[in-house]
Nanobody, 115 residues
Framework: VQLVESGGGLVQPGGSLRLSCAAS????????MSWYRQTPGKEREWVAS????????NYAESVKGRFTISRDNAKNTVYLQMNSLKPEDTAVYYC?????????WGQGTQVTVSS
């Protein structure tokens, strides 16, 4: 089982990034997918979720209207489009797959928002 995030990097405030999370080793289309983020000394924070078949999505209030989660089950990939980035969005971003009581996590990708 693997979840591999990519697309992180350094971006200026107001800029955009698109994170990807490529899945393998499990039935991706059966799993609800989420993005979380974590900064040093803080607990991991939920950012956004999308159900197994796509459609209805949920967002943390801090990112609502700026971030968009989507998935392509044919490519076993979930995305996080991040617009209007702020310095407080700086974190390591993780994707998570969940089906009933089974969860898988990726290794994370660093996003730094700074001028």
């Amino acid at each position: 089982v693997q979840l591999v995030e990519s697309g992180g990097g350094l971006v200026q405030p107001g800029g955009s990034l698109r994170l990807s999370c490529a899945a393998s080793g499990f039935t991706f289309s059966s799993y609800a997918m989420s993005w979380y983020r974590q900064t040093p000394g803080k607990e991991r924070e939920w950012v956004a979720s999308i159900p197994s078949g796509g459609g209805y999505t949920n967002y943390a209030e801090s990112v609502k209207g700026r971030f968009t989660i989507s998935r392509d089950n044919a490519k076993n990939t979930v995305y996080l489009q991040m617009n209007s980035l702020k310095p407080e969005d700086t974190a390591v971003y993780y994707c998570k797959g969940r089906w009933t009581t089974v969860s898988y996590w990726g290794q994370g990708t660093q996003v730094t928002v700074s001028s």
